[in-house]
């Protein structure tokens, strides 16, 4: 899934840029605004079912990933490192 390397990538950016020793609030803030677009055009995908079935019997359950998820593993790491940045805090 394309779109969760995506989130990945942002969000480690947006943790970068608000470590002490870059402290670079306005890449931060574009960075979340950009993930949040990701967010929306992922909102209204289908995703793809946890049971796979042949003939009828259940042959498989995969781990995947749900929109339910997504917002809060793409937010609370954020969250954590902005401890204190009033600008990412309110985005």
Excluded at 8 to 22: K, Y
Excluded at 23 to 34: Q, R
């Amino acid at each position: 899934m394309r779109s969760g390397i995506a989130i990945c990538t942002v969000v480690g950016i947006v943790v970068g840029a608000l470590s002490p020793g870059v402290n670079d609030t306005s890449t931060a803030v574009m960075c979340i605004d950009f993930l949040t677009a990701i967010l929306s055009q992922l909102a209204a995908r289908q995703f793809p079912p946890s049971h796979r079935y042949d003939g009828g019997e259940q042959r498989v359950f995969a781990i995947v990933p749900t929109f339910a998820n997504l917002p809060g593993d793409s937010f609370d790491q954020i969250r954590r490192n902005a401890a204190g940045n009033v600008a990412i805090l309110t985005r």
